[in-house]
Nanobody, 122 residues
């Protein structure tokens, strides 16, 4: 099985710049795309950013220029640097990973972390 564990959330002041981390562990062959999503109260979960194993990134328009996604393939970890947070960034942030479980299988399986709450106070 594959586990994703997020860290780095909590209560922050508007304007602060925390970094979220998400580490994958378990038994697998490789990780393809890793990403961050968020879900604000009363809203649907939305894409924040994704990054491929080669480092290509994609951002939601609402966070482009404000958030930066990165990853350490050796550590199977993805990061989300969030700059100048605003109250509207308050949400539960989830990471996910598209995982190839075995070298002889081409299928990718998507796993999710349990989420980490980020609350931005004004």
């Amino acid at each position: 099985q594959v586990q994703l564990v997020e860290s780095g959330g909590g209560l922050v002041q508007a304007g602060e710049s925390p970094r979220l981390s998400c580490a994958a562990s378990g038994s697998f062959f490789s990780i393809n795309v890793m990403g961050w999503y968020r879900q604000a109260p009363g809203k649907q979960r939305e894409l924040v950013a994704t990054i491929t194993s080669g480092g290509s990134t994609n951002y939601a328009g609402s966070v482009k220029g404000q958030f930066t996604i990165s990853r350490d393939n050796a550590k199977n970890t993805v990061y989300l640097q969030m700059n100048s947070l605003r109250p509207e960034d308050t949400a539960v942030y989830y990471c996910n990973a598209d995982v190839r479980l075995r070298s002889d299988l081409l299928n990718l399986f998507r796993y999710w972390g349990q989420g980490t709450q980020v609350t931005v106070s004004s």
